[in-house]
């Protein structure tokens, strides 16, 4: 039963600290997307990779956020440094882009709490 | 501007009966329709997932329906079951200026909860 597997599930940390969150795609997908879920704003795109190549990166605060493929079983989101609004649930998906409309498969999520 | 706006914010209903839940959209230029699935502390499940073409798109209880012209879409969840009790969030994309990109807009969801 293959999944889009994240880690760590929980961070806490402090502000100012760096924070890297993993993602390993399902197998054989070619897209790679970060979200991030808060109550106030709900799910947003943060950025997404085609064939490891990022394709849109407009919904990531730029100073402070940065994601990369390293391969094709790693997806990494890097926040540095964190602030306290950026506590939120960040969420990896994955999919096989053979068109306009296929599936993306979520991961657990990393639960991150900045104080 | 592209925006997404779920109906109702929250809703409860007795097991075993149906329900509805709404989405309009205004997102141009429209590429598909996904319905999602949340329960608490898990990722988003994929329901459907409708294009321009289709009308209505079932899966098991889950019927989604897409009216393109009037930019809405509906989910009617039949013969409601206790585990039905999550968030559903309508979720369109569209197409982007340049080549082979998407912008995917998200609704705030609505919240179900079902008593038995």
């Known amino acids: 039963d293959a999944r889009v597997t994240q880690t760590p599930r929980h961070k806490v940390t402090e502000m100012g600290q760096e924070v890297t969150m993993r993602c390993q795609p399902i197998?054989?997908?070619?897209?790679v997307f970060w979200y991030r879920q808060t109550m106030m704003q709900g799910l947003e795109l943060l950025a997404y990779f085609r064939n490891r190549a990022p394709l849109d990166d407009s919904g990531m605060p730029k100073d402070r956020f940065s994601a990369e493929m390293p391969d094709a079983t790693l997806a990494t989101l890097k926040i540095q440094p964190s602030e306290p609004r950026d506590s939120a649930v960040y969420f990896c998906?994955?999919?096989?882009?053979?068109?306009?409309?296929?599936?993306?498969?979520f991961g657990p999520g990393t639960r991150l709490t900045v104080t | 501007k592209n925006q997404v706006e779920q109906s109702p914010q929250s809703l409860i209903i007795l097991e075993g009966k149906n329900c509805t839940l709404q989405?309009?959209?205004?997102?141009?230029?429209?590429?598909?329709l996904r319905w999602y699935k949340q329960d608490t502390g898990r990722g988003p499940v994929s329901l459907t997932i409708?294009?321009?073409?289709?009308n209505t798109k079932s899966n098991g209880r889950y019927t989604a329906t897409l009216d393109a012209d009037t930019k809405q879409s509906s989910l009617h969840i039949t013969a409601s079951q206790l585990s039905d009790s999550a968030s559903y969030i309508c979720v369109v994309s569209a197409r982007t200026t340049y080549s082979g990109t998407y912008k995917y807009i998200f609704g705030t969801g609505t919240r179900l909860k079902v008593l038995a």
């Open positions: 409708m294009t321009f073409s289709e």
């Open positions: 197998l054989g997908h070619n897209t």
């Open positions: 998906a994955s999919g096989l882009e053979t068109g306009t409309s296929y599936e993306q498969y």
């Open positions: 989405c309009n959209y205004t997102v141009s230029p429209f590429s598909n």
